[in-house]
Protein backbone atom coordinates (compact mmCIF):
# COMPACT_ATOMS: atom_id res chain seq x y z
CA UNK A 1 0.00 0.00 0.00
CA UNK A 2 1.36 3.39 -1.12
CA UNK A 3 2.22 5.69 2.08
CA UNK A 4 0.51 9.34 0.93
CA UNK A 5 1.76 12.13 2.76
CA UNK A 6 0.35 14.81 4.07
CA UNK A 7 2.48 17.75 4.71
CA UNK A 8 2.29 20.99 7.46
CA UNK A 9 0.26 24.09 6.05
CA UNK A 10 2.35 25.78 7.90
CA UNK A 11 5.80 24.60 7.55
CA UNK A 12 5.58 21.89 4.79
CA UNK A 13 7.15 19.33 7.05
CA UNK A 14 5.48 16.25 6.45
CA UNK A 15 2.96 15.15 8.98
CA UNK A 16 3.16 11.84 11.11
CA UNK A 17 0.07 10.08 12.25
CA UNK A 18 -0.13 10.59 16.39
CA UNK A 19 -3.07 9.62 18.21
CA UNK A 20 -6.12 9.97 15.39
CA UNK A 21 -4.52 13.43 14.39
CA UNK A 22 -1.53 14.23 12.01
CA UNK A 23 1.05 15.60 13.76
CA UNK A 24 4.34 18.40 12.79
CA UNK A 25 7.30 17.22 14.50
CA UNK A 26 8.38 20.74 13.96
CA UNK A 27 5.79 23.48 14.36
CA UNK A 28 3.42 21.18 16.43
CA UNK A 29 0.54 21.64 13.97
CA UNK A 30 -2.14 19.13 14.62
CA UNK A 31 -4.54 17.97 11.77
CA UNK A 32 -7.75 15.60 12.22
CA UNK A 33 -7.25 12.86 10.13
CA UNK A 34 -10.87 12.77 9.30
CA UNK A 35 -10.50 16.40 7.78
CA UNK A 36 -13.47 17.09 5.19
CA UNK A 37 -12.11 18.41 2.10
CA UNK A 38 -13.39 21.68 2.09
CA UNK A 39 -10.76 23.21 0.26
CA UNK A 40 -10.76 23.41 -3.72
CA UNK A 41 -8.01 24.86 -5.02
CA UNK A 42 -7.90 23.60 -8.79
CA UNK A 43 -11.70 24.89 -9.98
CA UNK A 44 -11.63 27.88 -7.84
CA UNK A 45 -10.43 30.37 -10.99
CA UNK A 46 -13.16 28.75 -13.12
CA UNK A 47 -16.33 28.58 -11.43
CA UNK A 48 -17.04 32.37 -11.47
CA UNK A 49 -20.22 32.17 -13.02
CA UNK A 50 -21.43 29.77 -10.57
CA UNK A 51 -25.40 30.46 -9.67
CA UNK A 52 -25.78 31.47 -6.14
CA UNK A 53 -27.48 28.55 -4.10
CA UNK A 54 -29.06 30.22 -1.05
CA UNK A 55 -29.93 27.63 1.46
CA UNK A 56 -26.58 25.24 -0.29
CA UNK A 57 -23.90 26.68 0.87
CA UNK A 58 -21.79 23.84 1.03
CA UNK A 59 -20.93 23.51 -2.98
CA UNK A 60 -19.64 26.56 -2.88
CA UNK A 61 -16.34 27.22 -3.16
CA UNK A 62 -13.99 28.27 -0.47
CA UNK A 63 -10.92 31.09 -0.07
CA UNK A 64 -8.78 32.20 2.16
CA UNK A 65 -10.31 35.22 3.66
CA UNK A 66 -10.12 36.64 7.23
CA UNK A 67 -13.70 37.29 8.22
CA UNK A 68 -14.28 40.80 9.93
CA UNK A 69 -16.76 39.05 12.30
CA UNK A 70 -14.93 36.03 14.32
CA UNK A 71 -11.39 36.32 12.63
CA UNK A 72 -11.77 32.64 10.51
CA UNK A 73 -9.63 32.29 7.43
CA UNK A 74 -11.81 30.49 5.04
CA UNK A 75 -14.55 31.95 3.46
CA UNK A 76 -17.31 30.80 0.64
CA UNK A 77 -17.09 33.09 -1.91
CA UNK A 78 -18.69 33.94 -5.18
CA UNK A 79 -18.64 36.50 -7.94
CA UNK A 80 -21.06 38.96 -9.15
CA UNK A 81 -20.93 41.47 -12.28
CA UNK A 82 -22.70 44.45 -10.98
CA UNK A 83 -24.63 46.26 -13.63
CA UNK A 84 -22.12 48.89 -14.46
CA UNK A 85 -20.24 47.31 -17.20
CA UNK A 86 -17.30 49.68 -16.37
CA UNK A 87 -16.86 48.59 -12.89
CA UNK A 88 -15.07 45.35 -11.81
CA UNK A 89 -16.62 42.15 -10.66
CA UNK A 90 -17.36 42.10 -6.85
CA UNK A 91 -16.51 38.91 -5.04
CA UNK A 92 -18.94 38.12 -2.37
CA UNK A 93 -17.25 36.31 0.68
CA UNK A 94 -19.26 34.08 3.61
CA UNK A 95 -17.57 32.78 6.79
CA UNK A 96 -17.56 28.94 7.01
CA UNK A 97 -17.19 29.39 10.87
CA UNK A 98 -20.61 32.59 11.57
CA UNK A 99 -22.12 32.96 8.02
CA UNK A 100 -20.96 36.58 8.32
CA UNK A 101 -21.21 37.93 4.68
CA UNK A 102 -19.24 40.95 2.97
CA UNK A 103 -17.98 41.50 -0.15
CA UNK A 104 -14.52 42.13 -1.72
CA UNK A 105 -13.73 44.53 -4.69
CA UNK A 106 -10.89 42.91 -7.56
ZN1 LIG B 1 4.68 22.47 10.73
ZN1 LIG C 1 -16.89 34.52 10.79
Do not use: H
Request: proline share 8%; with cysteine; net charge positive.
Amino acid sequence: MAFNPEYCPKCGKVLVPKKGVLFCKRCNYEKPKTANASFISKTEQKKSEMPILEGNIQLLPTTNAKCPECGNNVAYWEMKQTRAADESPTRFLTCTKCGFRWRRYE
